[in-house]
Structure formats: C-alpha cells, structure tokens
C-alpha cells in the first residue's frame, strides 16, 4: 500500500520560493516505472498537473509552469520536492503528491493534499 504525504508552508509571501515534500511509504520512489508527481487544484483552474519526476530521476514539467518549476528527490529519505519560485496570488491552491504509470497521466495514489495561500 503506497501513502503519501505533503507537508511545508501553508501561507508564503509574493515572489518567493514555495517548497512542499512528499514523503513517501509503502514503495521505494526509485521503482521501475512508476512516476511521481505535483498536482494542484484551485477553484479557477481546477486540477492542473505541474511536473513530476520518474523512477530514473527524469524530470517533466508542464510547459506553463516549468519555467518556475522544479522537482527533485532524496533517494535516501524516500522524499520527492516541489519548488515553485515567483509565486503569485493565482499560485493559491491545494496542492498534491500523487504517484502514476505516466508521468502526465492518471495517478492512481494521492496524497491528502496541502493548502498553500500566497498572501502579503
């Protein structure tokens, strides 16, 4: 049974850095074929899938946002990152750790998802 689990700031400033972590049980992120990702729901866009990073370490962006974008992982934490640099009041979301066959497809396990509101 894979969990996983977000966790970081719930309120960050105009034009800094947001950094969630997804802390992963059950599964090793490192296992063949699986894709681990970032997704976001906000009542404006709905869902709205931002990058992930697979099993080899590749990493993929949507093309939206991967100019602010950056994911990385820690192999020996079992921990995924999400950075999100600039970020704006449109950025306030509920954000999720989810993992999928595709990096830009169906994730079958989420997170619970964490609220992150850009405020002044």
């Known amino acids: 049974q894979v969990q996983l689990k977000e966790s970081g700031p719930g309120l960050v400033k105009p034009s800094q850095t947001l950094s969630l972590t997804c802390t992963v049980s059950g599964d090793a992120i490192t296992t063949d074929d699986y894709y681990w990702g970032w997704i976001r729901q906000s009542p404006g866009k709905g869902l709205e899938w931002m990058g992930a990073?697979?099993?080899?370490?590749?990493?993929y962006y949507n093309p939206s946002l991967d100019s602010r974008t950056s994911i990385s992982r820690d192999t020996s934490k079992n921990q995924f990152t999400l950075q999100l640099s600039s970020v704006r009041l449109e950025d306030s979301a509920v954000y999720y750790c989810?993992?999928?066959?595709?990096?830009?497809?169906?994730?079958?396990?989420w997170g619970q998802g964490t609220q992150v509101t850009v405020t002044s």
């Open positions: 989810a993992r999928g066959l595709d990096y830009g497809g169906e994730y079958d396990y």
């Open positions: 990073i697979g099993y080899s370490g590749s990493t």
